[in-house]
């Protein structure tokens, strides 16, 4: 199964990713998560990834259309994965949909997390004080202002290809404000059908 968790910036594509994880046992792909450990790692990517990440901007297509190609040819991707945070621009769903296409595969789904704007800054900063209070690293852009940018980002870059998986008979919708359990269920409904067709 290959899918796409699609949805703004705190919308619970990770949360949701995590379970369906560990109950179909194959991975995540987060592009959020292998640009940050880039950064940590000091690589080029990361190099040139962290300014652009701090600030809330969308890295370029370029790059995390390269991590992805990389990482679908691993071992662990041969029975499918979710992709959490990609594609995040018509560029990058074009390029995904020719990954898949020269190795013989498509997507199965792609599920949007749809939730109220006023939410989602409440559950960043939320993230922030857990991460704070825990005495572990708080992301760079888990704060007010660089959210406003994540935000305006996905508004100009990302919500268009709600319209383009709507068009391609791939979208499904969740409801995203509803309780993480709830959220969680609604995603089983969706692919237990859709393994079913
Ligand atoms: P990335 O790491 O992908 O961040 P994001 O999309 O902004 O998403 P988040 O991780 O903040 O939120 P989420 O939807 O995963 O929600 P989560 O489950 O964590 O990207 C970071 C940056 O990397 C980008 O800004 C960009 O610079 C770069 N980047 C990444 N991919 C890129 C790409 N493809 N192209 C270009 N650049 C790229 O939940 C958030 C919080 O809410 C948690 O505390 C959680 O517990 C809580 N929560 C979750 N669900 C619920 C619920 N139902 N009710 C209440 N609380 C909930």
């Known amino acids: ?43 080029e990517v990361g190099k040139r990834a962290k300014a652009v990440m701090d600030a809330g901007e969308l890295v370029s297509d370029e790059i995390v259309n390269a991590i992805v190609a990389e990482r679908i040819d691993q071992d662990d991707c041969a029975k499918g994965f979710i992709l959490d945070g990609y594609p995040r621009t018509l560029a990058q769903a074009d390029a995904v949909a020719d990954m898949l296409a ?5 997507l199965d789904v792609v599920i949007e997390l749809v939730v109220d704007d006023k939410a989602l800054v409440g559950r960043i900063l939320k993230r922030a004080e857990e991460a704070k209070a825990a005495g572990q690293p708080v992301r760079k852009d888990d704060n007010a202002e660089v959210f406003d940018e ?15 998986y709507y068009a391609n008979d791939l979208l499904k919708q969740v409801d995203g404000m509803a ?12 692919l237990a059908d859709t393994l079913r067709n």
Do not use: F, N, W
């Open 1 to 43: 199964m290959k899918l796409i968790l699609l949805g703004p910036p705190g919308a619970g594509k990770g949360t949701q990713a995590q379970r369906l994880v560990d109950k179909h046992g194959i991975p995540q792909l987060s592009t959020g998560d292998m640009l940050r450990a880039a950064v940590k790692a000091e690589t």
């Open 102 to 106: 020269e190795r013989g595969l498509h």
């Open 150 to 164: 994540r935000l305006r980002e996905y508004y100009k870059k990302t919500a268009p290809l709600i319209g383009y």
């Open 179 to 190: 309780a993480i359990d709830d959220v969680t269920a609604q995603i089983d409904a969706i």
